[in-house]
């Protein structure tokens, strides 16, 4: 597991740089249009089956255009899922696979393009684009299929959620690891997923992702099912730690990067104590017992 994981997030590394001018630019003048075709298009699916998007709408000339509408489809999942059992409809597990299906193979053409040119161009390029797009809502649907019980919709939600993730989405995915329902591999999905922001998390993120790494390590035993999720909680902390007085940990949110303020939190903040808090005023260090601040 740890090596899938390993495998599937080798690209995190890029969050660190400015988007390039790779392939895909081309925008089609009737971008509206074209979105209601792909939402027409994933929604064709019946009795467990998937639509898959017609690769004229991800090949090089049209893959930028078409990723906002496929983030779309996902969106209006958001408020469809069943908060109880976690789980999609088979309709809307079907939409869900559609899209990301279709992201998947956007990423793996963009990838071969960069590994002929040496360069990560193309995918960085794709990961902007994502983030132009993409909102707390989107971060859900993901988180959901992170989670998920479908090893496929785990597989997808840990390969683009893994790579797109930011200071301005990460609350989602911390809040699902509060959930005392989730399972094993859902919450080592999204710890890692959690622990690609780590390293330059702003105050607020870096402040919950400690929390939310205490919180999973003290439930933790010594049981030999246990060592996976304690080995990813201490590389979570040892990737908070590698901040330094001089980064972000120190500043809080940007105003254009504050989502997770409006973020509507559904596990975290149920009991006594609110772990998932996002203001400009960090909390006593003794309620979070986390790594130093500098």
């Given at each position: 597991?740890?090596?899938?994981?390993?495998?599937?997030?080798?690209?995190?590394?890029?969050?660190?740089?400015?988007?390039?001018?790779?392939?895909?630019?081309?925008?089609?003048?009737?971008?509206?249009?074209?979105?209601?075709?792909?939402?027409?298009?994933?929604?064709?699916?019946?009795?467990?089956?998937?639509?898959?998007?017609?690769?004229?709408?991800?090949?090089?000339?049209?893959?930028?255009?078409?990723?906002?509408?496929?983030?779309?489809v996902l969106r209006r999942l958001a408020r469809n899922i069943d908060r109880e059992t976690a789980q999609f409809s088979e309709n809307d597990?079907?939409?869900?696979?559609?899209?990301?299906?279709?992201?998947?193979?956007?990423?793996?053409?963009?990838?071969?393009?960069?590994?002929?040119?040496?360069?990560?161009?193309?995918?960085?390029?794709?990961?902007?684009?994502?983030?132009?797009?993409?909102?707390?809502?989107?971060?859900?649907?993901?988180?959901?299929?992170?989670?998920?019980?479908?090893?496929?919709?785990?597989?997808?939600?840990?390969?683009?959620?893994?790579?797109?993730?930011?200071?301005?989405?990460?609350?989602?995915s911390i809040d699902h690891l509060y959930d005392p329902k989730i399972s094993a591999n859902g919450r080592a999905n999204l710890l890692a997923?959690?622990?690609?922001?780590?390293?330059?998390?702003?105050?607020?993120?870096?402040?919950?992702?400690?929390?939310?790494?205490?919180?999973?390590?003290?439930?933790?035993?010594?049981?030999?099912?246990?060592?996976?999720?304690?080995?990813?909680?201490?590389?979570?902390?040892?990737?908070?730690?590698?901040?330094?007085?001089?980064?972000?940990?120190?500043?809080?949110?940007?105003?254009?990067?504050?989502?997770?303020?409006?973020?509507?939190?559904?596990?975290?903040?149920?009991?006594?104590?609110?772990?998932?808090?996002?203001?400009?005023?960090?909390?006593?260090?003794?309620?979070?017992?986390?790594?130093?601040?500098?």
């Amino acid at each position: 597991m740890m090596q899938q994981l390993s495998k599937i997030l080798i690209f995190v590394w890029i969050m660190f740089v400015l988007p390039g001018s790779g392939l895909g630019t081309a925008q089609p003048a009737n971008q509206s249009d074209q979105c209601q075709v792909i939402h027409n298009l994933a929604a064709q699916g019946s009795k467990g089956s998937v639509p898959v998007i017609p690769d004229e709408y991800l090949e090089i000339s049209r893959w930028s255009s078409s990723l906002p509408c496929l983030i779309d489809v996902l969106r209006r999942l958001a408020r469809n899922i069943d908060r109880e059992t976690a789980q999609f409809s088979e309709n809307d597990r079907s939409r869900y696979l559609s899209a990301t299906g279709a992201m998947r193979k956007v990423i793996a053409m963009l990838r071969a393009a960069d590994k002929s040119g040496n360069t990560s161009t193309n995918i960085i390029e794709f990961i902007q684009v994502f983030r132009d797009a993409h909102d707390t809502d989107v971060a859900t649907v993901l988180s959901f299929g992170a989670r998920s019980i479908d090893e496929i919709m785990r597989s997808d939600a840990l390969l683009i959620l893994g790579n797109v993730i930011d200071n301005k989405t990460v609350c989602a995915s911390i809040d699902h690891l509060y959930d005392p329902k989730i399972s094993a591999n859902g919450r080592a999905n999204l710890l890692a997923i959690v622990s690609v922001v780590a390293p330059w998390a702003y105050a607020e993120n870096f402040d919950n992702i400690c929390r939310v790494s205490n919180f999973i390590g003290s439930k933790l035993t010594n049981e030999p099912s246990m060592q996976q999720t304690k080995a990813i909680v201490e590389n979570v902390q040892k990737r908070l730690n590698s901040q330094t007085a001089a980064t972000n940990q120190g500043v809080y949110l940007p105003v254009a990067e504050r989502a997770c303020y409006r973020y509507p939190v559904e596990w975290a903040n149920k009991g006594p104590t609110k772990y998932l808090i996002y203001e400009e005023r960090r909390p006593s260090p003794s309620l979070e017992n986390c790594p130093a601040r500098f």
